[in-house]
């Protein structure tokens, strides 16, 4: 810390409170270089992070939290406020296993209004908590809510908005508007802010607030005058007649300079006299302060380790990995596919390159669509396309599937469309922690009538069972992990199609039957072919399709096993587990059943092995626990 004058003495929005007004440029300096020397060595979410530390400070500096709420959505911009609010010290654990979260959450900090991970939740959220204050009498608490211009575009911020503005309820929403959602922004909404922020109308608009402000500290005038006078301006402007949120009963401000601190700080004073729903439009940039991510701002969302000075990233792989991951499978295959039949599309919300669907952008750009942060949209989306005999592959990671329930039983399943849901990050994803583990997708779409269900035990399967699911007219979901498969040799083979539920055998056994589903299936073979070596015979069956389930196989190994034991990278609760355990019940079967998965509870974040091992997912897991199971 010895590079820092200021920082080391912030400790809460107190001390923040005891710098003067022109301290603050060089503090937002010195929370910028430190947020840069620890990302740069413990990965995170940097881009946004640079992009948001002068609106934490201004917040922080005008208003009174935690009395007064401050909500950020998705979360991955508050790097400055955890560090403004008491969290300094443990920024190094930042995202680690057993550190603090890399978003705000609620059990760890007062200063967390709300805990957040997924996107569009920040209006909603404080209009319930201004909502709560009105219903309490409390007139004077502030409710601020910070939103990037892409979550925006997620339908429950227009929820949000809706609702806001007709309510008698005092809350600020801050749009943090940086043209980016990870990729760039997309959609009309986007194409109205671009509009909002560089037409010469606003440049004038933008020339006349910045004087304005430097008159009044010349002349000492109230703020409130100020504010007024703004409005002003906005009523008079071109914004008048068309401005989207003054239409929705929002007071519009803006657009600002979010770099801009101490400006920023006389907006903040003014906007807290104001009651109602105001919506103050701040202009950032994705990456500020650190030119590579300036400029290349997609890669720098999340860079993983780079060098503090030049910023180029460390662990780009210039050699080709040994084994590649499952998304650039997905990516080539879908394209592969796509050549061959012109029905194919790819649909993202907002994951492009996260899910490698950017490859067929570039290929197919006009079968490509990135819809946004708008998971349900896409969904549904999907299936009107689905309805006119194209072949959607709707690629949403699955605790952002979660969104989509209802659009996947009422839009999709209910009308038997031709969705192909391809489900990424299943299982426990590491560092984003317990809002982004992918635990429940097999549960939740288990109970869904006409859906498949398939999970890939390794690359080969996943482009089979993506051939597969074109050629079957219902909605057919493929499961996999984030990360790599296990082979190399996966490139330029041959379809294979398919038989729709049916399982297949890894390896013959006598004493214990394991079935698995999906990746995880290699680590119990490997535990069984590690338990040969002590004379004892597992039996490994990879069930393939959890609906519908191979009764078949079922049925042959619950005769031939006194043992069973299911293993999944999903909840313990009514997924494979639970549908062999079903099985059993219905056809009356009295053998033993353990279920390893995902133990019914929040899992943190960490890296994946570390939760594997928490959850006993691991390979010396896994092979305790049979060993104990075969022994008991
Ligand atoms: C429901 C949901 N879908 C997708 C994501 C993944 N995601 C995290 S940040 C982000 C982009 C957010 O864009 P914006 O709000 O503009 O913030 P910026 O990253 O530009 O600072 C996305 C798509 C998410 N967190 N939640």
């Known amino acids: ?194 509009k909002l922020t560089t037409s010469s109308t606003y440049n ?8 304005m402000f430097s008159r009044k500290d010349e002349r000492g005038y109230p703020i409130r005058y100020i504010i007024k006078k703004l409005q002003a301006i906005v009523k008079g402007s071109f914004l008048k007649s068309s401005n989207l949120f003054e239409s929705l009963g929002f007071r519009y401000f803006g657009p600002i300079n979010g770099h801009d601190v101490v400006s920023m700080v006389k907006v903040f004073k003014g906007l807290k006299s104001i009651q109602g729903a105001k919506l103050l439009h701040c202009v950032t940039i994705k990456g500020k302060g650190l030119q590579e991510a300036e400029k290349s701002q997609t890669l720098y969302h999340a860079p993983g380790k780079f060098d503090k000075e030049t910023g180029k990233i460390l662990e780009i792989a210039f050699e080709p990995a040994k084994v590649e991951k499952y998304q650039k499978v997905f990516g080539e295959t879908i394209c592969e596919l796509a050549e061959k039949n012109e029905k194919i599309i790819g649909i993202t919300p907002a994951m492009l390159s996260g899910c490698s669907l950017d490859i067929m952008a570039k290929k197919f750009p006009n079968r490509t669509f990135d819809v946004g942060i708008a998971e349900q949209h896409a969904v549904t989306f999907s299936a009107g396309m689905a309805t006119d005999g194209f072949i959607p592959f709707c690629n949403i990671y699955s605790s952002f599937l979660q969104r989509a329930y209802d659009q996947i039983i009422h839009d999709v399943a209910l009308q038997n469309l031709h969705v192909i849901f391809c489900i990424d990050r299943a299982g426990l994803v590491g560092e984003d922690g317990a809002t982004h583990h992918g635990t429940y997708d097999l549960a939740f779409l288990r109970c869904i009538p006409n859906m498949i269900i398939a999970a890939p035990l390794n690359e080969l399967d996943l482009r089979n069972m993506m051939f597969t699911a074109i050629n079957i007219k219902a909605p057919f979901a493929i499961r996999y992990p984030r990360g790599e498969g296990v082979r190399n040799n996966w490139q330029n083979q041959t379809f294979e199609k398919y038989e729709i539920g049916k399982g297949i055998c890894l390896k013959e056994g006598d004493d214990l039957a394991i079935i698995s589903i999906g990746h995880i299936g290699n680590t119990a073979l490997k535990v069984a072919q590690t338990l040969e070596n002590e004379n004892i015979k597992i039996g490994v069956y990879d069930i393939r399709f959890l609906k519908p389930i191979d009764s078949d196989l079922l049925h042959k190994i619950l005769s031939k096993y006194k043992t069973v034991v299911t293993i999944e990278n999903g909840s313990v609760i009514g997924g494979l587990g639970g549908a062999v355990s079903e099985f059993m019940t219905t056809h009356n079967y009295k053998n033993r059943l353990e279920i390893i998965g995902i133990p019914d509870r929040f899992i943190e974040q960490g890296t994946v092995e570390e939760l594997h091992e928490e959850c006993g997912l691991n390979f010396e897991e896994i092979l305790s626990r049979i060993f104990h199971i075969f022994r008991s």
């Open 1 to 194: 810390m010895s590079q820092y004058e200021l920082l080391p003495n912030i400790d809460s929005p107190a001390d923040l409170k005891k710098l003067k007004l022109n301290q603050l440029e060089l503090l937002c300096e010195e929370i910028r270089d430190f947020i840069i020397e620890h990302t740069s060595v413990n990965p995170g979410h940097l881009g946004s992070s640079l992009g948001a530390i002068e609106l934490a400070v201004a917040i922080h500096y005008v208003f009174d939290t935690p009395n007064d709420k401050l909500v950020w959505d998705v979360g991955h911009q508050a790097y400055a406020h955890k560090i403004i609010t008491g969290r300094r010290e443990q920024f190094a654990q930042n995202r680690k296993y057993k550190g603090i979260s890399g978003f705000p959450k609620m059990s760890e900090s007062q200063y967390d209004a709300f805990g957040v991970g997924h996107s569009s939740t920040s209006i909603s959220s404080i209009l319930g908590m201004a909502m709560s204050a009105v219903l309490s009498g409390n007139t004077s608490r502030n409710h601020i809510a910070v939103i990037g211009d892409g979550s925006m575009t997620g339908g429950l911020a227009f929820e949000g908005l809706n609702n806001a503005g007709s309510a008698k309820a005092n809350i600020l929403v801050i749009l943090n508007d940086n043209g980016m959602a990870i990729e760039e922004n997309v959609g009309a909404l986007n194409s109205y802010f671009t």
């Open 204 to 211: 004038s608009f933008r020339g006349k607030i910045w004087r």
